[in-house]
């Protein structure tokens, strides 16, 4: 008999157990900005994020890279391996956005040399603050696991881009996060969606993602759908 196990619920998912090793990723229409002083919602953003999610995981899985990705299982549900995560996010940048305007001498839409690996602290009631790898150890978490979170975060980089670049779309900046496997390999989790990266159409330069209802850009449904679009 499966024992009771807590239902873990974010600000745009919800982590229902499923049996000892997996979990059901359910993603909400729920929308927040500015660490939770934005919300509203948004009919059928959640069943667009979990199918462009699983749409990318399928492609990394496919060129190599370990997911949590198991399934779909429903329209706004994906079936995920349970892992130990790590409290990081793990964010790579290509194009000056965002808050990398403000600790770099560029403008906005500045293309970077190469590309940039960040790292946070995840937690939400201290602003998920950016740290270093000093930081990171004092948290418990070791050098070959930092740099292979960020070895992984660069290649799954390399695959989008090219990906992304073929649809017409930068790839601006990503988050990414990590868990540990019971085999004790660290693998690619949380979601890859229009919430956690900054997509450009290439020629217009429009926001493709959460930057349009952050900044009040637009439409947010029409933008996400215009990226799944491209994306099938």
């Known amino acids: 008999m499966v024992k009771a196990m807590e ?3 974010g600000k745009a998912k919800k982590m229902i157990p499923l049996d000892e090793k997996k979990l059901i990723m359910e993603f909400k229409d729920d929308a927040t900005a500015f660490n939770g002083e934005k919300k509203a919602q948004f009919k059928g953003k959640g069943w667009l994020n979990a199918q462009i999610s699983a749409k990318l995981f399928k492609l990394l899985e496919e060129e190599g890279v370990k997911t949590h990705f198991i399934g779909v299982a429903g329209e706004n549900r994906l079936i995920v391996e349970r892992l130990e995560m790590y409290p990081l996010e793990v964010v790579v ?12 001498p560029f403008k906005e839409g500045t293309e970077l040399p190469e590309p940039i690996v960040e790292l946070y602290y995840k937690d939400d009631a201290m602003g ?18 930092l740099r292979e979170m960020e070895r992984i975060a660069l290649r799954v980089n390399e ?30 989790a949380d979601e890859i969606s229009p919430d956690t990266c900054r997509f450009w159409d290439a020629e217009t330069r429009e926001s493709l993602d959460k930057d349009v209802f952050r900044f009040d850009r637009g439409d947010l449904i029409s933008a996400y759908e215009e990226l799944y679009r491209r994306l099938s």
């Open 93 to 104: 940048r290509n194009v000056v956005a965002g808050s990398l305007k403000k600790r770099l």
């Open 128 to 145: 998920d603050p950016m740290i270093n790898h000093h930081h990171s150890r004092a948290l418990g978490i070791r050098e070959d696991e």
């Open 159 to 188: 695959i989008l881009r090219e990906y992304f670049e073929k649809r017409g779309i930068i790839l601006v900046d990503f988050k990414l996060e990590f868990g540990k496997n019971e085999r004790g390999e660290i693998v690619l």
């Open 7 to 9: 239902v873990y619920e």
